[in-house]
């Protein structure tokens, strides 16, 4: 028998669609109070690494299509928050880097970040969290 909850229909796109709506505002409220966006943070995070990216890593990263990426690295340069780079390698690719500023934004936004995904994952469980987390990333892989 199928557990029926209003509001919440088995079309797996809507749930799909419905969770990540619910966690994106969670963590865009959370960002808020560090002035990120979801995407500004998304961008943070991949450049925490120390390694400069080209703008085509992050787009892949942050699934953040190119003109809007180039706006969004745009603001972040003028915040003093990364800096871009020309490719010491290849001179014609230009890179970007995590600025002093970012790494201090993002090393406090990360913390309230990881403490919203733990209150998540103690009110889902570890088991459901691991399950979870192992079908969407099979989900993200397919065709």
């Known amino acids: 028998m199928a557990l029926t909850v209003p509001g919440i229909t088995h079309d797996l796109p809507h749930l799909l669609t419905l969770v990540e709506r619910r966690m994106a505002g969670r963590l865009s409220a959370t960002l808020q109070a560090f002035d990120l966006t979801i995407e500004e943070y998304r961008i943070l995070v991949l450049l925490a690494d120390g390694a400069g990216h080209a703008m085509s890593e ?10 809007t990426l180039t706006k969004v690295v745009d603001r972040m340069v003028a915040s003093t928050l990364v800096y ?11 890179l970007v880097f995590l600025a002093d500023r970012g790494r201090e934004r993002h090393t406090a936004a990360a913390e309230a970040v990881a403490a919203g995904q733990a209150a998540f994952e103690a009110a889902l469980g570890p088991e459901e969290t691991a399950l979870l987390t192992v079908l969407l990333s099979r989900t993200a892989r397919l065709p």
Do not use: S
């Not at 992050?58 to 003109?67: C, F, G, Q, R, S």
């Not at 871009?84 to 230009?94: H, I, K, N, Y």
């Open 84 to 94: 871009r780079r020309p490719d010491a390698e290849d001179r014609r690719r230009v």
């Open 58 to 67: 992050i787009a892949d990263y942050t699934l953040v299509p190119a003109p």
